[in-house]
């Protein structure tokens, strides 16, 4: 499916949750979660990664959501015995 098509997809399901106000974000992302196909997921989640082109603010917000976050690696001590 193309992004385009991903992303007017994702805008309805905004439109739609709109109402919400601030409980709209984790609403649309639960809903992408368990509507989507993961490939369309995947699909949303690198065109987010390449800038989200045409998403609007509450659907860009759920992604955000669903963006996988990595946590960055703790340093050892400098301290720390060997």
Known sequence: ????????????IGLFFAHRGEQAPELIAKHIRQ??????RSAMLAHFAEGGAGLDP???????????????????SPTAPR
Do not use: C, K
């Open 1 to 12: 499916m193309s992004a385009d098509r991903l992303v007017t997809m994702a805008n309805q």
């Open 35 to 40: 509507y989507w196909d993961p490939r369309m």
């Open 58 to 76: 509450l659907p860009r917000a759920a992604i955000e959501l669903l963006t996988p976050r990595t946590t960055p690696r703790a340093e050892p």
